[in-house]
């Protein structure tokens, strides 16, 4: 099984990443190769029975569209996990909540001129839905290691949202209870590959007039409380795969 890790921003995938002396080495994986590919680096290893194909975007639905589709059709992943921070539009969220996506729906996007919904266009769909598999392992997870996982409606666009108003919008028009960059685009490139993926987001700030700084303070603190929850899922999907590895075999 070949599983994509993916962030936007470099602090994203900082994390499963030890500076070396001379390179970055991976901290969790093995066998590590670099490949350059398309304006992005994408580092490949192994994690125990699993291969991992990890690498952040650069910030915005057009470079996460680029990475999560050559992810797909260059490097043949078959699950993808999206790893980051969002702003919290909900007002119980708090920074450092960890959010795992239940939908997702592109706020900028708007042909509302010609009589269609905020996040439509024809042949397309408001909103995606992550893997209910993925979403059940994130919840063993957090079961597991008591950690809190908050369930939600993740709003995607390119715009930092740092306005009360705009947040206020956002949530009117899509019901949601956090907001990023990148998260809606995934979603459509996996949807379409029918590849199952799993976005989830650690609160870094509160998208009002404080957002720009708590972003700056907060980024990577929350990214790390983002990304080691991905690599407890790691361990899931590679038990996971051991077993039927077994099961074949027999
Ligand atoms: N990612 C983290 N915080 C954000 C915000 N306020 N707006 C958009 N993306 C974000």
């Known amino acids: ?29 093995s066998k590590h190769e670099d490949v350059e590919y398309g304006g992005n680096t994408y580092h490949i290893a192994r994690y125990r029975d699993l291969d991992i194909v990890l690498a952040y975007s650069k910030i915005g639905k057009v470079f996460a569209s680029l990475t999560a589709a050559t992810m797909i059709e260059h490097f043949a992943c078959e699950k993808l996990l999206f790893t980051g921070v969002a702003g919290a539009v909900d007002p119980a969220l708090k920074i450092g909540d960890l959010v795992a996506a239940t939908q997702l729906c592109q706020h900028d996007l708007d042909i509302s001129a010609f009589g269609h919904p905020h996040g439509y266009v024809p042949e397309g769909k408001v909103y995606i839905e992550p893997s209910r598999e993925l979403l059940h392992i994130a919840k063993e997870v957090a079961n597991e290691k008591g950690i809190e996982l908050k369930k939600g409606i993740i709003a995607t666009g390119d715009q930092f949202i740092a306005d009360n108003e705009r947040k206020e919008w956002i949530a009117r028009t899509f019901d949601a209870d956090a907001i990023e960059m990148e998260g809606a685009a995934v979603a459509a490139v996996c949807d379409a590959f029918d590849i199952p993926f799993f976005v989830l987001r650690a609160i870094s700030d509160a ?32 038990q996971r795969e051991r077993s039927t590895k077994v099961r074949d075999r027999s």
């Open 207 to 238: 998208a009002d007039m404080d957002a720009a700084f708590d972003f700056d303070e907060f980024l990577k603190h929350s990214s790390r409380l983002s990304s080691s929850f991905i690599v407890s899922m790691l361990e899931k999907l590679s």
């Open 1 to 29: 099984m070949k599983i994509a890790i993916m962030g936007a921003m470099v602090e994203e995938v900082d994390p499963f990443l030890e500076i070396g002396e001379h390179e970055p080495l991976l901290k969790y994986f």
